[in-house]
């Protein structure tokens, strides 16, 4: 059983640029949370999605969009990134089922943005 | 979800007892008390949860108190491998989706040799 991945590890991008960042999730799980954390700061959460769909947003601006696709993998795209954008994408994967739905995280890209 | 409150850092001798308190004063019947780490540059990892009754795995204890306003997460013989960030959470335990978890900064834990 593989756990969650990520990738990039790092990436660096200048203002104004777009980024994918992509997560493969737990083998089994079918729920994909993304989470942001900023230096110093405990992870916030963006969205979900659960079965391809958008189930739950954060507080966070639409430049932020995901997808999920059939084989329950995930991307996160920023459009027109901005200096606070700067931090930990990390991505965590669930079974979604009442029981056992304790979320695994990936561990996280590392975005800077110059 | 409620709001919680948690020491930002503790120290603990290494093959001590580490005893991590958190209050959650206005937690609600129906909501859970979970508790996350975070080791430096990696994702959080999930330790424990409970909902009123202490619970216990190979990794930790968790003591909720009868009131249930407070907690404590028990690693019994702390290792320096136990360094991290520790977060306590209260959610609803949802029956599928919206599974959003609310970190606050947590308790930096340093085992020290």
């Known amino acids: 059983e593989t756990g969650v991945t990520q990738s990039p590890t790092h990436l660096i991008k200048t203002r104004g640029q777009q980024v994918t960042l992509r997560c493969s999730s737990q083998s089994g799980h079918n729920t994909v949370s993304w989470y942001q954390q900023a230096l110093g700061q405990g992870p916030q959460f963006i969205f979900q999605?659960?079965?391809?769909?958008?189930?739950g947003r954060g507080n966070f601006p639409p430049r932020f969009s995901g997808l999920q696709f059939p084989n329950y993998s995930s991307e996160l795209n920023v459009n027109a990134l901005e200096l606070d954008d700067s931090a930990l994408y990390l991505c965590?994967?669930?079974?979604?089922?009442?029981?056992?739905?304790?979320?695994?995280f990936g561990p996280g890209t590392r975005l800077t943005v110059l | 979800d409620a709001k919680t409150t948690q020491p930002p850092s503790m120290d603990c001798a290494e093959g001590r007892a580490a005893n991590l308190p958190c209050n959650h004063s206005t937690i609600s019947g129906n909501e859970y008390v979970y508790w996350y780490r975070q080791i430096h540059s990696q994702g959080p990892q999930y330790i424990i949860h409970?909902?009123?009754n202490n619970e216990t795995n190979e990794m930790a204890s968790l003591i909720i108190t009868e009131d249930r306003k407070s907690s404590t997460l028990i690693l019994p013989h702390a290792t320096l491998r136990d360094t991290a960030v520790y977060y306590c959470?209260?959610?609803?335990?949802?029956?599928?989706?919206?599974?959003?978890?609310?970190f606050g900064t947590g308790t930096r834990l340093t085992i020290i040799p």
């Open positions: 999605y659960y079965r391809e769909e958008e189930n």
């Open positions: 965590a994967s669930s079974t979604g089922l009442a029981f056992y739905n304790e979320q695994f």
């Open positions: 409970g909902l009123k």
């Open positions: 959470i209260v959610r609803v335990r949802s029956n599928f989706g919206n599974e959003k978890l609310t």
